[in-house]
Protein backbone atom coordinates (compact mmCIF):
# COMPACT_ATOMS: atom_id res chain seq x y z
CA UNK A 1 0.00 0.00 0.00
CA UNK A 2 1.43 3.47 -0.80
CA UNK A 3 1.92 6.17 1.96
CA UNK A 4 3.90 8.29 3.75
CA UNK A 5 6.02 6.58 6.56
CA UNK A 6 7.05 8.61 9.65
CA UNK A 7 9.80 7.53 12.40
CA UNK A 8 10.57 7.35 14.93
CA UNK A 9 6.84 7.94 16.34
CA UNK A 10 8.05 9.12 19.46
CA UNK A 11 11.87 11.08 20.14
CA UNK A 12 13.29 12.76 23.43
CA UNK A 13 15.73 14.95 22.76
CA UNK A 14 18.39 16.31 25.01
CA UNK A 15 19.51 19.89 25.75
CA UNK A 16 22.39 20.96 22.88
CA UNK A 17 21.12 17.84 20.81
CA UNK A 18 20.15 18.08 16.95
CA UNK A 19 18.14 15.22 16.17
CA UNK A 20 16.06 13.96 12.62
CA UNK A 21 12.93 12.70 12.20
CA UNK A 22 12.47 11.17 8.95
CA UNK A 23 9.42 11.22 6.08
CA UNK A 24 9.36 8.46 3.40
CA UNK A 25 6.48 8.03 0.91
CA UNK A 26 5.99 6.01 -1.56
CA UNK A 27 3.01 7.67 -3.89
CA UNK A 28 6.02 9.00 -6.39
CA UNK A 29 4.73 12.75 -5.06
CA UNK A 30 6.85 15.74 -6.11
CA UNK A 31 5.73 18.00 -3.55
CA UNK A 32 5.96 17.11 0.74
CA UNK A 33 5.67 19.31 3.40
CA UNK A 34 7.11 19.45 7.04
CA UNK A 35 4.08 20.92 9.79
CA UNK A 36 4.19 21.44 13.32
CA UNK A 37 1.59 21.21 15.64
CA UNK A 38 1.19 22.53 19.51
CA UNK A 39 -1.70 21.16 21.50
CA UNK A 40 -5.01 22.77 20.93
CA UNK A 41 -3.55 24.69 17.97
CA UNK A 42 -3.73 24.21 13.85
CA UNK A 43 -0.86 23.08 11.98
CA UNK A 44 1.77 25.74 11.02
CA UNK A 45 4.09 25.35 8.00
CA UNK A 46 7.84 25.00 8.85
CA UNK A 47 9.37 24.20 5.25
CA UNK A 48 7.98 22.73 1.88
CA UNK A 49 9.20 21.18 -1.06
CA UNK A 50 8.02 20.99 -4.24
CA UNK A 51 10.40 18.76 -6.20
CA UNK A 52 14.14 17.26 -5.78
CA UNK A 53 17.08 19.48 -4.45
CA UNK A 54 14.71 22.47 -3.94
CA UNK A 55 12.94 23.80 -1.13
CA UNK A 56 11.35 26.41 0.92
CA UNK A 57 10.79 28.16 4.24
CA UNK A 58 7.90 28.17 5.89
CA UNK A 59 6.49 30.12 8.20
CA UNK A 60 8.48 28.94 11.48
CA UNK A 61 11.66 27.85 9.78
CA UNK A 62 13.92 29.05 12.53
CA UNK A 63 15.85 26.01 14.57
CA UNK A 64 15.29 23.36 11.83
CA UNK A 65 16.73 22.32 8.64
CA UNK A 66 15.72 19.93 5.61
CA UNK A 67 17.20 18.50 2.80
CA UNK A 68 15.95 16.63 -0.28
CA UNK A 69 18.01 14.59 -2.30
CA UNK A 70 15.81 11.63 -2.91
CA UNK A 71 11.89 12.26 -4.44
CA UNK A 72 10.74 9.89 -1.75
CA UNK A 73 12.70 10.97 1.22
CA UNK A 74 12.27 14.38 3.61
CA UNK A 75 14.12 14.32 6.52
CA UNK A 76 13.76 17.58 8.92
CA UNK A 77 16.34 18.40 11.46
CA UNK A 78 15.59 19.73 14.63
CA UNK A 79 18.40 21.62 15.88
CA UNK A 80 19.84 22.87 19.10
CA UNK A 81 18.61 26.54 17.90
CA UNK A 82 15.17 25.56 18.38
CA UNK A 83 14.39 26.38 22.01
CA UNK A 84 10.97 25.15 21.97
CA UNK A 85 10.96 21.99 19.96
CA UNK A 86 8.49 19.98 21.99
CA UNK A 87 5.66 19.42 19.58
CA UNK A 88 3.78 16.95 17.17
CA UNK A 89 5.54 17.25 13.69
CA UNK A 90 3.44 16.05 11.04
CA UNK A 91 4.67 15.06 7.02
CA UNK A 92 2.50 15.54 4.11
CA UNK A 93 3.05 14.99 0.47
CA UNK A 94 1.36 16.10 -2.36
CA UNK A 95 1.03 14.85 -6.00
CA UNK A 96 2.35 18.11 -7.95
CA UNK A 97 2.62 21.30 -5.64
CA UNK A 98 0.30 23.75 -6.20
CA UNK A 99 -3.28 24.69 -4.22
CA UNK A 100 -5.48 22.03 -5.91
CA UNK A 101 -4.02 19.17 -4.54
CA UNK A 102 -4.60 17.26 -1.46
CA UNK A 103 -2.09 16.77 0.82
CA UNK A 104 -1.17 13.41 2.59
CA UNK A 105 -0.28 13.16 6.02
CA UNK A 106 1.82 10.53 7.73
CA UNK A 107 1.17 9.48 11.15
CA UNK A 108 3.33 11.92 12.91
CA UNK A 109 6.11 11.92 15.75
CA UNK A 110 5.94 13.18 19.03
CA UNK A 111 9.46 15.19 19.89
CA UNK A 112 9.68 15.86 23.64
CA UNK A 113 12.54 17.66 25.59
CA UNK A 114 14.49 15.59 28.53
CA UNK B 1 -2.96 35.91 7.76
CA UNK B 2 -4.45 32.89 10.27
CA UNK B 3 -7.79 32.00 8.69
CA UNK B 4 -10.52 32.38 12.21
CA UNK B 5 -12.19 29.57 12.04
CA UNK B 6 -15.69 29.66 14.30
CA UNK B 7 -17.17 28.13 16.33
CA UNK B 8 -14.15 26.69 18.01
CA UNK B 9 -16.05 24.21 19.60
CA UNK B 10 -19.60 22.46 18.91
CA UNK B 11 -21.02 19.61 20.38
CA UNK B 12 -23.79 17.73 18.92
CA UNK B 13 -26.29 14.68 18.96
CA UNK B 14 -26.31 11.89 16.44
CA UNK B 15 -28.29 13.25 13.41
CA UNK B 16 -28.25 17.04 13.83
CA UNK B 17 -26.15 19.25 11.48
CA UNK B 18 -23.82 21.71 12.17
CA UNK B 19 -21.91 24.12 10.14
CA UNK B 20 -18.07 25.47 10.35
CA UNK B 21 -17.01 28.63 9.32
CA UNK B 22 -13.83 29.78 7.64
CA UNK B 23 -12.48 33.35 7.20
CA UNK B 24 -9.58 34.67 5.83
CA UNK B 25 -8.00 38.26 5.57
CA UNK B 26 -6.36 37.79 2.52
CA UNK B 27 -7.49 37.05 -1.28
CA UNK B 28 -8.01 33.48 -1.16
CA UNK B 29 -6.94 30.53 -4.09
CA UNK B 30 -8.17 27.65 -2.83
CA UNK B 31 -9.62 26.35 0.81
CA UNK B 32 -8.80 22.94 2.01
CA UNK B 33 -10.62 21.11 4.78
CA UNK B 34 -9.35 18.33 6.61
CA UNK B 35 -10.22 16.00 9.76
CA UNK B 36 -8.23 15.08 12.45
CA UNK B 37 -8.84 12.47 15.02
CA UNK B 38 -6.98 13.10 18.60
CA UNK B 39 -3.44 11.71 18.47
CA UNK B 40 -3.95 10.80 14.41
CA UNK B 41 -2.59 12.79 11.47
CA UNK B 42 -5.23 14.61 8.86
CA UNK B 43 -7.47 13.26 6.81
CA UNK B 44 -8.21 15.06 3.84
CA UNK B 45 -12.04 16.01 3.18
CA UNK B 46 -12.29 18.28 0.08
CA UNK B 47 -10.99 21.15 -1.85
CA UNK B 48 -12.57 24.27 -2.90
CA UNK B 49 -10.72 26.16 -5.91
CA UNK B 50 -11.90 30.15 -6.43
CA UNK B 51 -14.10 29.77 -9.27
CA UNK B 52 -14.55 26.24 -8.91
CA UNK B 53 -18.42 24.34 -7.67
CA UNK B 54 -19.50 23.60 -4.66
CA UNK B 55 -18.12 20.47 -3.57
CA UNK B 56 -19.65 17.34 -1.60
CA UNK B 57 -20.34 13.72 -1.30
CA UNK B 58 -22.86 12.36 0.70
CA UNK B 59 -23.55 14.46 3.81
CA UNK B 60 -20.31 16.24 3.96
CA UNK B 61 -20.45 19.12 1.65
CA UNK B 62 -18.82 22.74 1.76
CA UNK B 63 -18.75 26.23 -0.09
CA UNK B 64 -16.31 29.19 -1.12
CA UNK B 65 -17.55 32.38 -0.88
CA UNK B 66 -14.86 34.28 -3.17
CA UNK B 67 -15.88 37.65 -2.68
CA UNK B 68 -16.02 37.31 1.33
CA UNK B 69 -12.97 34.96 1.13
CA UNK B 70 -15.06 32.45 2.94
CA UNK B 71 -15.52 28.79 3.25
CA UNK B 72 -18.23 26.70 5.21
CA UNK B 73 -18.29 23.32 5.72
CA UNK B 74 -21.90 21.70 6.36
CA UNK B 75 -22.27 18.04 7.98
CA UNK B 76 -25.77 17.16 7.93
CA UNK B 77 -27.16 14.58 9.75
CA UNK B 78 -24.16 13.66 11.85
CA UNK B 79 -22.81 10.39 12.61
CA UNK B 80 -20.80 9.27 15.76
CA UNK B 81 -17.39 8.77 13.29
CA UNK B 82 -17.73 12.71 12.88
CA UNK B 83 -16.06 13.34 16.21
CA UNK B 84 -12.76 14.91 15.64
CA UNK B 85 -11.54 18.49 14.83
CA UNK B 86 -11.68 20.23 12.02
CA UNK B 87 -8.91 22.54 9.86
CA UNK B 88 -8.92 24.26 6.86
CA UNK B 89 -5.91 25.34 4.97
CA UNK B 90 -6.19 28.34 2.94
CA UNK B 91 -3.96 28.46 0.02
CA UNK B 92 -3.21 32.14 -1.76
CA UNK B 93 -1.46 30.80 -5.21
CA UNK B 94 -1.86 28.07 -7.50
CA UNK B 95 1.88 27.95 -7.88
CA UNK B 96 2.70 26.16 -4.25
CA UNK B 97 0.98 24.18 -2.31
CA UNK B 98 1.51 26.07 0.83
CA UNK B 99 -1.29 26.37 2.95
CA UNK B 100 -2.48 28.40 6.10
CA UNK B 101 -4.57 26.21 8.68
CA UNK B 102 -7.04 27.39 11.08
CA UNK B 103 -7.14 26.88 14.71
CA UNK B 104 -9.29 24.30 14.48
CA UNK B 105 -12.69 23.22 15.52
CA UNK B 106 -13.67 20.60 17.28
CA UNK B 107 -16.54 18.31 16.98
CA UNK B 108 -18.01 16.29 19.30
CA UNK B 109 -21.10 13.86 18.51
CA UNK B 110 -22.79 11.96 21.16
CA UNK B 111 -25.63 9.04 21.16
Known amino acids: DGGITQSPKYLFRKEGQNVTLSCEQNLNHDAMYWYRQDPGQGLRLIYY???????QKGDIAEGYSVSREKKESFPLTVTSAQKNPTAFYLCASSIVAGGTQPQHFGDGTRLSIL | QQPVQSPQAVILREGEDAVINCSSS?????VHWYRQKHGEAPVFLMILLKGGEQKGHEKISASFNEKKQQSSLYLTASQLSYSGTYFC????????????FGQGTTLQVKP
Open chain 2, 26 to 30: KALYS
Open chain 2, 89 to 100: GTGTSSNTGKLI
Open chain 1, 49 to 55: SQIVNDF
